[in-house]
């Protein structure tokens, strides 16, 4: 099976998003919207590794195990196509949940507003204070907590 070729229209595909392709699998990183879980680091250190360039290696493990990791992204800062197959299923019903933190983490069928423009979103963690530099994503700038 080849690299799966990703298209503007993919919700994997992002303008300024990295794209990382191997067989069976595109795995697509947007690291402004990172806030450092380390879901990924720590479910699959052979393929995310921040010490090493390029930071995903997306053959180093089979594209299900990748995908598996990629869906516990709570910011939705990566996102994954596998070869022959729809983008990632967002969960259903939608949900979303308020943290200790303020961040309002909303899985499921997606469309966010932003200044760019709408987005089809599987993910996000969102702001919940208002005070995010990159609205509506959290940024971890604000006092979400606080308030």
Same mark, same amino acid.
């Given at each position: 099976?080849?690299?799966? *070729? ?18 069976? &699998? ?23 590794? &921040? ?23 709570? *910011? ?41 423009? *709408? ?29």
């Amino acid at each position: 099976m080849s690299a799966p *070729s990703l298209e503007p229209g993919d919700r994997t595909w992002r303008p300024g998003a990295k794209r990382y392709e191997a067989t069976g &699998i595109a795995v697509s990183y947007e690291s402004r919207l990172c806030l450092h879980q380390q879901e990924c680091v720590k479910g699959l250190p052979t393929v995310f590794d &921040i010490e090493r360039r390029p930071w995903i290696d997306p053959a180093a493990e089979p594209p299900e195990d990748i995908a598996e990791v990629v869906r516990r992204c709570p *910011s939705g800062a990566l996102q994954y196509h596998l070869a022959g197959e729809r983008d990632e299923e967002p969960p259903r019903p939608t949900r979303i949940e308020r943290h200790a933190d303020g961040t309002l983490h909303a899985r499921g069928e997606l469309r966010i507003e932003t200044a760019t423009g *709408s987005r089809h979103e599987a993910r996000a963690m969102l702001c919940g204070c208002g005070l995010s530099g990159n609205q509506p994503f959290c940024d971890h700038s604000g006092r979400c907590a606080e308030r």
